[in-house]
């Protein structure tokens, strides 16, 4: 019985490798179109939190992850459960529809500290999959408490992808509350 039990696991452990063939490499290109991100310096530990509207879309941040085009694919929490020593957020949407997008900052947790703290943001747009992203708007705020929301910029596409000339703008607009 042991002799018919080890000759299966023989056969199975031969036969394991062709179950399922390793898959081919394919070349990887980087999601969206429309790229918005922000970054702030990794020795303070802040959790600062992106939100992004894309027109007619729903407001997308760390309560809500993903809309019909944005999607937030890196919440930073600071310092806490982060394995690289950057601290850094990133939106990306699928398509570029013509409109105004709106991108903010929020101070979530900033506990025990009263420096100010330095954010860039930055929204890139890329028309085609295969093209490198263009820069399109550069913000640097400063936030100074927790729980504080800054507009870094609203801009407005056309229906080429292009910014529209003399659209950008820091008018406030709340998002973490829908937008209202």
Known sequence: MTRNLSILGAVVL??????????????????????IEIIWPAEIDADVDLWVEAPGDVP???SNKGGTIFNLLRDDLGHSYDVTEINYEVSYSRG?????YTANVHLF????????LPVTVVASVKNDIQDSAKQLV??????GRQGEEITAFRFTLDADGGLVPGS???LQRGLRTGGK
């Open 14 to 35: 031969l036969l394991l490798p062709h179950l399922h063939p390793p898959l081919e490499a394919k070349e990887a290109t980087p999601p969206g179109n429309v790229v």
């Open 60 to 62: 997308v941040g760390y």
């Open 96 to 100: 570029v529809p013509a409109g105004e």
């Open 109 to 116: 947790r900033f506990a025990g500290q009263t420096a100010p």
């Open 138 to 143: 550069v913000a640097k705020l400063v936030l």
């Open 168 to 170: 950008v703008h820091n």
